[in-house]
Nanobody, 124 residues
Framework: QVQLVESGGGLVQAGGSLRLSCAAS????????MGWFRQVPGKERDIVAR???????YVAESVKGRFTISRDNAKNTVYLQMNSLKPDDTATYYC??????????????????WGQGTQVTVSS
């Protein structure tokens, strides 16, 4: 069992930056693939970025060059650095984890554990 707690969301002006953190419980954090997803009301939960246990990353095209995912296994924490934020980035951001290394791990159905979400609002 893994518990995930996100933090770092908030209100920011367009062009600004935020760093989201996701703290995970459990001794096997380093073995888990970790993902950040976002969702707006009425739409599906979409991948933002993913980092495998070995460190390889995937970043969605819509945020490539602006967002960076990283992990600190010593702190059981995964981060999402968000720069040059746009109003379209406004959403609830969720952290996710899964122990299965197979598959692309870029859809929400591939993840077993989820955080409660943190709201990011970007004003124009």
């Amino acid at each position: 069992q893994v518990q995930l707690v996100e933090s770092g969301g908030g209100l920011v002006q367009a062009g600004g930056s935020l760093r989201l953190s996701c703290a995970a419980s459990g001794r096997t954090f380093s073995n888990y693939a970790m993902g950040w997803f976002r969702q707006v009301p009425g739409k599906e939960r979409d991948i933002v970025a993913r980092i495998r246990s070995g460190g390889s990353t995937y970043v969605a095209e819509s945020v490539k060059g602006r967002f960076t995912i990283s992990r600190d296994n010593a702190k059981n924490t995964v981060y999402l650095q968000m720069n040059s934020l746009k109003p379209d980035d406004t959403a609830t951001y969720y952290c996710a984890a899964d122990p299965d290394p197979r598959g692309p791990l870029i859809t929400y159905t591939e993840y077993r554990y989820w955080g409660q979400g943190t709201q990011v609002t970007v004003s124009s």
